[in-house]
């Protein structure tokens, strides 16, 4: 069973939109990139004595600050700059659901990301779908893989510190919280 299968599908408005206001989405792309290697390397910080933890975040750090380099890049190209990073109303919203005590966290911080990196995969997986062949959509396909294996990643970890029952148990709600928020969010050309 797949522990992040998403409750909450993406409307194609959301696409659409993105696509015809590209300009405006690959900055919050290259935030959420580097927002997410910020993550890892707290992960790190928070949990140095979990070996597994530590090594699996450092390689997601690096993997991720390498996707926001790839998604600089692309905006240069276009003649567009970076923006102020701002907070991102889903992930505020989807952390109000982590629980204090600190098993409780941690597994919710490994679930939460990992549902963040399902829904990444899913929306960065529709961009490659409805993009004409060529180099964007090329790098959103691979994107879309490296999404799916980061959710594989947390879901993993979760495993290796938690009994399965009390892994999909938590799952389960969080994945029932993620798809309110989702549903309840505005269609903008942003990641979330």
Do not use: C
Request: net charge negative; charged share 25%.
């Amino acid at each position: 069973m797949k522990v992040t299968a998403l409750r909450y599908q993406t409307s194609p408005q959301w696409t659409a939109t993105v696509l015809s206001n590209f300009d405006e989405f690959l900055p919050d792309h290259a935030a959420a990139e580097k927002k997410a290697s910020s993550m890892a390397v707290t992960m790190i910080s928070h949990y140095p004595d979990r070996e597994q933890l530590v090594l699996a975040m450092t390689e997601l750090a690096v993997e991720e600050l390498s996707h926001y380099r790839e998604v600089v890049r692309i905006i240069y190209q276009r003649g567009l700059q970076l923006k102020n990073d701002t907070k991102d109303p889903y992930v505020v919203s989807f952390r109000q659901h982590i629980r204090q005590g600190p098993d409780k966290y941690l597994l919710d911080r490994l679930l939460i990301a990992g549902i963040i990196e399902a829904r990444g995969a899913e929306r960065f997986g529709l961009l490659a779908q409805a993009m004409a062949p060529g180099t964007l959509k090329s790098f959103y396909q691979s994107i879309t893989r490296s999404e799916q294996r980061h959710e594989g990643l947390f879901v993993e970890l979760a495993n290796r510190y938690f009994a399965a029952d009390t892994v999909n148990q938590r799952a389960d709600e969080l994945l029932d919280a993620e798809a309110e928020i989702v549903a309840d969010l505005p269609i903008r050309p942003l990641l979330h």
